[in-house]
């Protein structure tokens, strides 16, 4: 890809981390156009593409890959469905942000890391938090050595999703201040 051609990309899954971070991302990054939007819910999809501002839409994605001139694919959907999205966007020939985890069966995970080597294209798994000014931190500290060598390590990883759980995804609004879901 020439460096002056902004790389197309279509979004599928239009849910409240596509809104909340893929999408207003591409829309800022200078070297991205966002071509399109994916959505089985048509609501949930129009609101998307209103408040970004995206014209062409889709309730199958299928139609999106056969339809649209893509260098690539932001998949967050469903995680049941990553294997799925993630397989006929690579056999459509484009590259893929697919979020975590990446798929659910250890041999599909396989398979799309061999098709993606066959048809010459970069499969991303989306796990951001790697690069938060906190765990950039903490690496750096632990690979300074000044805590000595690390003998054990215990980790415990938390979300707010009890709301979200008990029907009432509203409850995380002021929180996260949502810009579509």
């Not at 207003?24 to 999809?45: F, I, M, T, W």
């Not at 690579?90 to 396989?110: D, T």
């Not at 294209?121 to 796990?127: A, D, F, H, L, P």
Request: glycine letters at 6%; aromatic letters at 10%; proline letters at 4%.
């Amino acid at each position: 890809m020439a460096s002056d051609r902004k790389a197309r990309v279509g979004v599928i899954g239009c849910g409240w981390w596509s809104t909340y971070t893929h999408i207003p991302g591409l829309k800022e990054y200078p070297s991205a156009d966002l071509v399109a939007l994916a959505d089985q819910n048509p609501e949930r999809l129009q609101a998307a593409a209103k408040k970004y501002e995206v014209e062409r839409t889709y309730t199958d994605y299928r139609q999106m890959l056969a339809n649209e001139r893509l260098d690539g694919v932001v998949v967050a959907v469903n995680h049941a469905a990553h294997y799925e999205v993630a397989k006929a966007a690579l056999e459509a020939g484009l590259h893929i942000m697919l979020e975590k985890p990446m798929v659910l069966e250890a041999a599909h995970a396989r398979e799309l890391v061999d098709l993606a080597r066959r048809q010459g294209r970069e499969i991303i798994v989306g796990y951001p938090w790697h690069y938060t000014e906190t765990a950039r931190r903490a690496r750096e500290i632990v690979q300074s050595g000044r805590l000595g060598e690390v003998q054990f390590v215990s980790s415990l990883f938390a979300s707010m999703v009890i709301e979200f759980y008990r029907g009432n995804p509203e409850a995380y609004r002021p929180v996260f201040n949502y810009p579509v879901t």
